[in-house]
C-alpha cells in the first residue's frame, strides 16, 4: 500500500472515531501498553533492518482492519510508531501521536512518545522540550486514572518510567533549587521553570590535563621552546622538568534556568588551579609557576527538532576570563579577555542509522600583553590570540552485527545486538598566537566504538597531530619554525566493562538512602603516542583503569551525581628511568557540563 | 607487511584476544543449605521447607480488587477446596464487573449456567457468534430454574468431585441446591423448605433478539416446553402438578423435595420417555479412574458418575444419561445413542449409563533425542557454550516488569536440562557437570524455604504458590501447572544423573507435582487434579473462571509438558503412581489439544471460522488470539512449547503438521523471524528438511527464552535423521519412541531404571537397554 493511501484510510479511521476519541478509555479491550512494546520487539529483534522494514510494510497493509475496536487500533499504531523509529523513519511521531489520539486514556503512549524524543532523536542530546511534553502529559493521565479507580497494575510500571525518563532528561541540570521539575515529578511541572545548581569538583595529577589531551604534542612543542630559547637540546634533566603532573583543582559551578518554552540558559562560574603548571621560561624548565583561571559566563542550549531535515542543537556561550601564569617570563601577569563559543550539531538518521556532525568554533579574544614589570620589547611580541575550529562527524549504525563470539573463544559469528556501533572521523583547527610564534595544531582523528556486545564497550581511534610552527623573523615575516613543528600519531583502545548496566533497570533504581544506582562503569584506556616527524624523545605509552560511577539524586530533587576516579601509568620511554608516571584524577559532579 | 601477512597477525590477535576474554565459569560447588526459615512461617517437608506465612509482597487468592478472598462454601462442604475449573466462578468471588456473590458464566456442556439471587439461568447455546478471531457460544439464559420467591443472597458450593458440582441458594428456612456437571443433560435440584418449585422460561434477554416460548406439553408431573428452539423437560415427583403462573411455572413437588430439569435433543416421544426413565437418578457425584496397560501401551480411563434413584418404579432406572465429548466418544467403545448435542467442542454424543471408559494409545516421551545424526560437534559445543558461559543461567523475565518467577525460571531449568543432555551426548563433561549443578541448585534454592525464590502453601485454597509469583500465579492461582511442568521436567533430568539426589529432594517436587495435579484424593492438603478437567480432557488456566466466556486455557503444549515431565519423575524415581497419572493426564490433553486446539479433523470449530488452530480455548470457545499479542506467530507458537522428548506428540499427524504451519506463513505473509527457532522445530516434525534448511539460511538468530541453540540445532538435526514419528508401533515401557524416514524404522528406549532393560515393541524389535540409558534400534 503507498504512503498516501494509506495516511488517507488512518485519517478515515481517526475522523470515524474522533467523537469517541476524546474522553474516557478508548471502545475495545483495555490493553496493556506494554503489548505495544513486546509486539514491536517481536518484529525487530534479531532482525537485519531490511527484514524489520519488512515486518514494517505488513503492519502497514493496513494498519487496523475496521472491525478493530479503537484501543486494538490504537496498540497497532502503537507497533508500527515503535518500528519506525526503529528504522529511522521520519513520520514515527505521527504514529506515536495516533495512538495517543484513539486511546487519550492511556498514558503508556505518551511515555513512549517521550521516549523517541529523549532517547532515538536528538542531536548530541535529547529534544528535551518535546520529550517533556509527552512524559508530563503521561503523567496527568495518571493522575486522572487514580482519581478515576483505573489505575491499574501496569500503570505503575508507566509512572515508574515515566520518573525515569524525566530523571534521565534532567540529569545533566544539577539539585533542582525550584520545587516544580523536582523528582519525584508531577503533571504540574510541565510549565513551570526549572533552576538548578550545578557543581563539579575535579582534582588530579595528570600529564594530559590542561594540554589538550595531547601531552607528547604539547611537551614536544615546550621541548621546541626550549631549543629555540637556549639553542642546544634539552638535556634528560630539562625533559624531566618538561614531563610535569602539577596538582590542579578545577571547579566549574552553574545555574541553569530551563523553561518549556525557552530551552535552558546558564549562569557559570568557574576556576582552575594548578600548581607549577606553567613553565616560567621555556629556556629553563626547572623553574614553574602556578596557573590560575577564574571565568564567568552565559550560555544558551536546546535542541530543535526540525524534521524531516534533522535535528538542531543550538549551545552558545560568552566567557569572560581571568587568567594569570600563562604569560612566559611573566607569572604573576593578570589576562582578562572574553571568549565566545558555538558547538552546533545537526543530527538525522539514515535508515536506522544516525549521522551527527558537529561543530565547534571558539575564539579567545586575548588582548595583548600588558603587564607592569614586563620588558619592553617589540609590540608583535606581546600580541595573543586564539581560535578554535572543528568539525566532527559520527555515523552510528544500530542494527545488529554478526561479530565474532570473542566471549565464547570463538571466532564464529554471531548476530549481537548493541547499543550502537559510532564511526566517528573530524578535524580541529587550533590556531594560537603568542608573541613572534605561531603554533597551528591540526587534529585529525578517526575512530569506532562498539558499545553494548554484552558487557563491553570497545573504542578504537587513531589520532594524527600536525603541528606547524611560525616565528616571525627579523623582517617582520612569518617563517617556518621547525623546532616546534612535528607530527604524531596516538593509537588508543578503551575497553569498558559495565558493571551496573542502566538498561537492565528501565525504571527509578532502588534507592539508598538519597541516592539510587545509576550506572557503574570499569574503564581501560591504552594509548601509544608515536611521533611520525619532529622530535621524538616524549613519545610514550599509557595504560590505566577508572572507575564511573552515576547516581540518582532521588532524594535530591533528581540530581545526578557523577563519580569518576582512575588511575593511569604512563611511560615516556626515552627517559628511561626517569620517564615513570603516576597519573591519578577523581573529578565529582553533581549535574554536569563539559569541564 | 604483506597482505596475507597482515591477515595472518590479525587472526592471531582475534585469537588471542578471544582467549583472554573467553572466560569458562569456574566449577560450580553444590550449594549450601542455608540455616532453617522459622519454624513459625515455615513447614519442614524432606530435605526443604515451604512457607506457611505468606511473603508481604506477595499477592494471596484474592479478588479483582486483589483483597483475599475464602472459598464460598457452605457450612456442610467437606474437603479440600478447589478452583481453576470450569464452574470456580461459583466458588471464587472474583467480582470482575461489581459485586457478584452468585457466579459467573459456566460452560459445562451442553448446557451453560449462571447462578443468581432467584435460582440458576441456564442455556444452551448452538449459534456461534464467529469472528476473525474467535468464535464463542455465548451463554444465553433461556431458563430460570429455582423457588419461588428464592432471593439468595449469594450462591454457595455444597460439594464437587471430578466434574460435578453441587450450588446451594438459601434464603432463611428454603435452601435450594442445584447438581450441574459436564455431559450432563439434566440439572438435578432438591429443595428445603416448602417453597413451590419455578420453572421460567425466559421470553427476552437484553442481549439477544426475544426468545419464542412454546410450551409442547403440560400436564402430570413433567412439563415440555422450548425455548429458541431448544427443547426442555422437568421432571416432578410422582403425583406433582406443574402449575403455569404468569409465564412460569411452579409446582409444590407434591410435598417432595426433588426434581431435574433436562435440555432435550429432541421433543420426540422416544426421547421424553428415555429422559423421564434417567431423570430421577440424580448424580452425586463423578469420578474418574485410569490404568496403564504397559505392555500394550494404552490408557484406560474409566468415567463414572455415582447416582441416587430418587423414586423408584414408574420404568425409572437408576442410571445416568452421559453426554461424551468428542475426544472421548472418538476412543471409546462404550454403545453410543443416536442422539447428540452441539458443543463448542463439537458434537457431544449421549450415553446410556453411568460409566464409560476410552482407551487412548501412549507413543512415549523421551528426556531427549538421542544424537542420531551425530551432528558436528563443535556447533553443538559452540552452542552449548552460549548458555554454558552465561552468568546468569536463571535471568529474569521479558516484560515491563521483569522477574524471577516461578514461570521464567521454569523455562530456563527446563532450557539448562535439555542443553546439559546435549553436553553429555556429545562427551562434553564440564559443561554437563556444571550445568546439573546449577539445575540442582536452583532447585534447592526453590525448596528451601527462604526468599528470594520459595514456595507458600496457602491454607485457604490448598494450593503451593512460587514466591514471587507471575502472571496472577497468586492473586488467581493462574498457571501453577503451566509453571511446574517445567520444575518437575528439569527435576526429572536432575533423577536421570542423580538418583540420590531425586530421592533426597523428592517430597519437595512431588509437592509441585501434587499442587497442579494431586493424585492421592486421600492426600488433604490438595484438591484431587486440581488444574486438570479431567471430562474436558484439558486443564484450565484461570483461579476463578471470572470470564464472561468461562475459564481458558491458552499454551496446552505447557498443560502436556507438565504431563511429560511428570511421567518422566515417576518413571525415574520408580514412582509409578505419579508415572501413570502422568500418562492419563498426557493422554487426555493429546487427545484434547489434537481436537480443540487443532481441530485435525475439521469438525470441531464452526463454519466461517477459518482457521487451522487457536491460540486459547474458553467454556464458551476458542480464540484464535494470544492474552500478549495478535501476532499470528504467537498464536500458533504458543502451542508449540516447550519442545523436549515430551513433545513429540506434536508430530502425531504430519499432515495436520504441515497446514498448521502453512497457516503461519499465510497470516504472518512470510516465513516466520519471530520464534523462528520455535516454529521451525514444530515443522521439523513433519518436514524437517525444510526446517533446517530455512535454518542453514540463517542461524544467527537469538532463540525463544526457554529455548536454545543448542536444543534448536539438535532437534533439527535429529528429526532430520529421524524423519517422523511412528505412531503405529508401540513399547512396552513408557519411555520410548519410534520414527520412520521413509521405510527405515528407528526405535528408542530409554531406560529409567538402575536395572538394564528389554523393551519390546509391538512390531517384534526388541532393544536392550543399559541402566539410565537411551538406546536405539535402526
Given at each position: 500500500m503507498n504512503a498516501q493511501l494509506m495516511l488517507v484510510l488512518l485519517l478515515l479511521g481517526v475522523l470515524g472515531f474522533a467523537s469517541s476519541a476524546h474522553a474516557g478509555p478508548a471502545p475495545g479491550p483495555e490493553l496493556n501498553p506494554f503489548s505495544c512494546i513486546g509486539d514491536a520487539e517481536a518484529a525487530s529483534e534479531d532482525r537485519s533492518i531490511a527484514q524489520i522494514r519488512s515486518e514494517l510494510d505488513k503492519k502497514l497493509d493496513p494498519p487496523f482492519v475496521v472491525s478493530d475496536p479503537l484501543s486494538i487500533r490504537a496498540e497497532k499504531l502503537c507497533v508500527i510508531a515503535q518500528l519506525k523509529a526503529r528504522v529511522g523513519d521520519t513520520d514515527a511521531i505521527d504514529y506515536f501521536e495516533q495512538a495517543i489520539f484513539l486511546n487519550p486514556d492511556e498514558p503508556g503512549y505518551d511515555l513512549f512518545a517521550g521516549n523517541y524524543y529523549g532517547g532515538a532523536r536528538g542531536a548530541k542530546g535529547p529534544v528535551l522540550e518535546s520529550a517533556e511534553k509527552y512524559l508530563y502529559r503521561a503523567l496527568e493521565k495518571l493522575e486522572k486514572l487514580r482519581q478515576r479507580g483505573r489505575f491499574r497494575g501496569f500503570h505503575s510500571v508507566v509512572h515508574e518510567r515515566v520518573q525515569r525518563a524525566l530523571l534521565t532528561l534532567y540529569q545533566q541540570d544539577g539539585v533542582p533549587l525550584l520545587p516544580w521539575k523536582a523528582f519525584p515529578q508531577a503533571s504540574s511541572g510541565y510549565l513551570a521553570p526549572g533552576l538548578s545548581l550545578s557543581t563539579q569538583v575535579a582534582i588530579s595529577r595528570d600529564t594530559r590535563d590542561g594540554l589538550g589531551g595531547s601531552d607528547t604534542q604539547a611537551f614536544t612543542a615546550e621541548a621546541g621552546l626550549f631549543k629555540v630559547r637556549r639553542g642546544l637540546e634539552p638535556s634528560a634533566r630539562n625533559l624531566y622538568d618538561i614531563v610535569r603532573q602539577p596538582l590542579r583543582l578545577i571547579t566549574n559551578t552553574e545555574l541553569r534556568l530551563r523553561h518549556t518554552y525557552l530551552g535552558a540558559i546558564d549562569l557559570s562560574y568557574g576556576t582552575v588551579h594548578a600548581e607549577r603548571a606553567a613553565l616560567t621560561t621555556f629556556g629553563e624548565p626547572s623553574m614553574k609557576n602556578d596557573i590560575d583561571v577564574k571565568q564567568v559566563g552565559v550560555a544558551y542550549e536546546r535542541v530543535i527538532p526540525l524534521y524531516p531535515l534533522f535535528d538542531l542543537k543550538l549551545a552558545l556561550g560568552v566567557k569572560q576570563v581571568e587568567r594569570r601564569g600563562v604569560v612566559e617570563y611573566l607569572p604573576n601577569c593578570s589576562q582578562t579577555f572574553p571568549v565566545y563559543e558555538a558547538r552546533p550539531s545537526v543530527s538525522r538518521f539514515i535508515s536506522s542509522d544516525k549521522l551527527t556532525v558537529s561543530g565547534v568554533l571558539t575564539l579567545m579574544n586575548i588582548p595583548d600583553v600588558q603587564c607592569e614589570g614586563q620588558q619592553k620589547v617589540s609590540s608583535y611580541l606581546n600580541v595573543r590570540g586564539r581560535t578554535i575550529t572543528g568539525l566532527n562527524l559520527e555515523y552510528a549504525i544500530y542494527s545488529p552485527l554478526l561479530l565474532p563470539a570473542l566471549g565464547l573463544g570463538s571466532l564464529r559469528p554471531y548476530r549481537t545486538s548493541t547499543r550502537g556501533l559510532y564511526l566517528s572521523a573530524g578535524y580541529v583547527n587550533d590556531n594560537e598566537v603568542f608573541g613572534d610564534r605561531r603554533v597551528v595544531n591540526e587534529t585529525f582523528f578517526a575512530g569506532a566504538r562498539l558499545e553494548g556486545p554484552g558487557s563491553y564497550d570497545i573504542a578504537f581511534q587513531e589520532t594524527y597531530y600536525a603541528a606547524s610552527g611560525t616565528v616571525i623573523d627579523n623582517g617582520g615575516l612569518e617563517q617556518h619554525d621547525p623546532n616546534i613543528s612535528g607530527t604524531i600519531l596516538r593509537s588508543a583502545l578503551t575497553i569498558t566493562r559495565r558493571l551496573t548496566n542502566p538498561d537492565e533497570t528501565p525504571g527509578v533504581p532502588s534507592s539508598w538512602g538519597p541516592f539510587g544506582n545509576g550506572s557503574l562503569n570499569w574503564v581501560f584506556p591504552l594509548s601509544f603516542d608515536k611521533v611520525l616527524s619532529g622530535y621524538d624523545q616524549l613519545e610514550n605509552v599509557r595504560a590505566g583503569t577508572a572507575l564511573w560511577w552515576k547516581v540518582f539524586g532521588t532524594g535530591l530533587g533528581g540530581s545526578t551525581l557523577l563519580v569518576t576516579a582512575g588511575y593511569d601509568y604512563g611511560y615516556f620511554y626515552h627517559l628511561g628511568n626517569a620517564g615513570h608516571r603516576h597519573n591519578v584524577g577523581i573529578t565529582l559532579r553533581l549535574g554536569w557540563r563539559d569541564l | 607487511m604483506s597482505h596475507l601477512g597482515f591477515r595472518f597477525r590479525f587472526l592471531l590477535a582475534c585469537v588471542v584476544v578471544s582467549g583472554a576474554l573467553s572466560c569458562a565459569p569456574g566449577a560450580l560447588e553444590p550449594r549450601t543449605s542455608p540455616s532453617a526459615p522459622a519454624a513459625s512461617i515455615s513447614q519442614r517437608l524432606g530435605s526443604g521447607y515451604y512457607l506457611t506465612q505468606p511473603p508481604a509482597d506477595l499477592e494471596l487468592p484474592g479478588n479483582s480488587q486483589k483483597q483475599p478472598v475464602v472459598p464460598k462454601v457452605t457450612a456442610d462442604f467437606q474437603g479440600p477446596a478447589t478452583s481453576n475449573d470450569w464452574w470456580s466462578s461459583l466458588i471464587w468471588q472474583n467480582d470482575s464487573n461489581g459485586k457478584n456473590p452468585y457466579s459467573e458464566a459456566m460452560y459445562a456442556h451442553p448446557l451453560t449456567f449462571r447462578a443468581e439471587a432467584a435460582g440458576l439461568g441456564l442455556g444452551y447455546p448452538t449459534l456461534p457468534e464467529v469472528r476473525s478471531d474467535q468464535y464463542m457460544y455465548y451463554h444465553a439464559k433461556e431458563v430460570l430454574v429455582g423457588l419461588q420467591g428464592l432471593a439468595a443472597s449469594a450462591t454457595r458450593v455444597a460439594s464437587y468431585s471430578d466434574w460435578v458440582v453441587t450450588a446451594s441458594w438459601r434464603d432463611g428456612a428454603s435452601e435450594l441446591r442445584a447438581t450441574i456437571g459436564h455431559g450432563l443433560p439434566f440439572v438435578y435440584l432438591t429443595r428445603t423448605g416448602t417453597a413451590p418449585a419455578l420453572i421460567a422460561p425466559q421470553h427476552g434477554t437484553s442481549q439477544h433478539a426475544p426468545f419464542e416460548v412454546q410450551v409442547w406439553h403440560q400436564g402430570g408431573d413433567w412439563l415440555g416446553f422450548s425455548v429458541a428452539g431448544h427443547e426442555y423437560a422437568v421432571f416432578g415427583p410422582s403425583g406433582s402438578e406443574w402449575q403455569a403462573s404468569g409465564d412460569c411455572f411452579t409446582s409444590d413437588l407434591a410435598g417432595k423435595s426433588y426434581f431435574s430439569l433436562a435440555v432435550l435433543p429432541d421433543q420426540s416421544a422416544a426421547t421424553v420417555a428415555l429422559f423421564r426413565a434417567h431423570a430421577y437418578a440424580f448424580v452425586t457425584g463423578s469420578e474418574v479412574s485410569w490404568r496403564y496397560d504397559a505392555p500394550a501401551a494404552t490408557l484406560h480411563s474409566t468415567f463414572q458418575v455415582s447416582t441416587e434413584l430418587k423414586e423408584a418404579g414408574h420404568g425409572h432406572v437408576n442410571q445416568a444419561l452421559l453426554a461424551l465429548y468428542r475426544h472421548q466418544w472418538l476412543n471409546t467403545k462404550a454403545p453410543l445413542r443416536s442422539e447428540s448435542y452441539l458443543s463448542p467442542r463439537g458434537q457431544m454424543k449421549l450415553l446410556e449409563g453411568s460409566s464409560f471408559e476410552t482407551e487412548l494409545a501412549f507413543n512415549g516421551v523421551l528426556p531427549i533425542l538421542p544424537?542420531?545424526?551425530?551432528?558436528d560437534r563443535d556447533d553443538l559445543e559452540f552452542y552449548i557454550k552460549q548458555l554454558y558461559y552465561q552468568p546468569d543461567l536463571f535471568p529474569k523475565g521479558p516484560g515491563e516488569k521483569p522477574e524471577r518467577d516461578t514461570y521464567w525460571v521454569g523455562k530456563s531449568l527446563l532450557k539448562v536440562a535439555n542443553a546439559l543432555q546435549i553436553a553429555d551426548q556429545i562427551g562434553y563433561e564440564s559443561a554437563k557437570d556444571q550445568l546439573l549443578q546449577a539445575l540442582k541448585n536452583q532447585l534447592e534454592d526453590w525448596f528451601d524455604g527462604r526468599a528470594p525464590s520459595a514456595f507458600y502453601y496457602d491454607k485457604n485454597w490448598r494450593s503451593l504458590i512460587g514466591v514471587p509469583a507471575g502472571f496472577f500465579s497468586g492473586l488467581q492461582l493462574n498457571d501453577h501447572h503451566f509453571h511446574y511442568g517445567y520444575y518437575t521436567f528439569a527435576a526429572a533430568i536432575v533423577a536421570k544423573y542423580d538418583a540420590a539426589w531425586a530421592k533426597r529432594w523428592a517430597p519437595n517436587v512431588e509437592l509441585l507435582i501434587k499442587d497442579a495435579a494431586n493424585w492421592e484424593r486421600s492426600d488433604q492438603r490438595f484438591p484431587f487434579l486440581r488444574y486438570m478437567d479431567a471430562y474436558a480432557g484439558h486443564s484450565w488456566a484461570n483461579g476463578p473462571a471470572q470470564f464472561a466466556e468461562g475459564n481458558n486455557e491458552e499454551s496446552a503444549s505447557e498443560d502436556v509438558n507438565f504431563s511429560a515431565g511428570a511421567v518422566l519423575w515417576g518413571a525415574l524415581t520408580g514412582n509409578r503412581a505419579i508415572r501413570d497419572m502422568g500418562i492419563f493426564l498426557y493422554t487426555q490433553q493429546v487427545s484434547a489439544m489434537e481436537q480443540y486446539w487443532w481441530d485435525i479433523d475439521g469438525q470441531v470449530f464452526p463454519k466461517r471460522f477459518e482457521h487451522a488452530a487457536v491460540a486459547m480455548v474458553w467454556g464458551a470457545g476458542a480464540r484464535h488470539d494470544t492474552w500478549w499479542s495478535h501476532d499470528p506467530i504467537f498464536v500458533h507458537g504458543i502451542n508449540f512449547m516447550p519442545a523436549t522428548g515430551g513433545a513429540l506428540f506434536m508430530g502425531r499427524h504430519p499432515e495436520y503438521v504441515r497446514r498448521n504451519y502453512a497457516e503461519i506463513v499465510t497470516e504472518n505473509r512470510?516465513?516466520?523471524?519471530?520464534?523462528r527457532d520455535v516454529t521451525w522445530m514444530y515443522l521439523a516434525l513433519a518436514d524437517p528438511n525444510r526446517a533446517l534448511e530455512l535454518y542453514e539460511k540463517d542461524r544467527y538468530f537469538k532463540p525463544e527464552f526457554g529455548n536454545s541453540n543448542a536444543m534448536t540445532y539438535h532437534w533439527l538435526e535429529n528429526l532430520a535423521a529421524l524423519g517422523q514419528l511412528d505412531t503405529s508401533v508401540r513399547a512396552d515401557t513408557p519411555t520410548y519412541a519410534v520414527f520412520h524416514k521413509g521405510k527405515r524404522r528407528t526405535h528408542i528406549a530409554f531406560n529409567p531404571g538402575g536395572q538394564a532393560l528389554e523393551v519390546h515393541f509391538s512390531d517384534g524389535a526388541t532393544l536392550n537397554v543399559p541402566a539410565r540409558q537411551t538406546a536405539m534400534l535402526r
Open positions: - | 544424537n542420531v545424526a551425530q551432528s512470510a516465513e516466520p523471524l519471530t520464534w
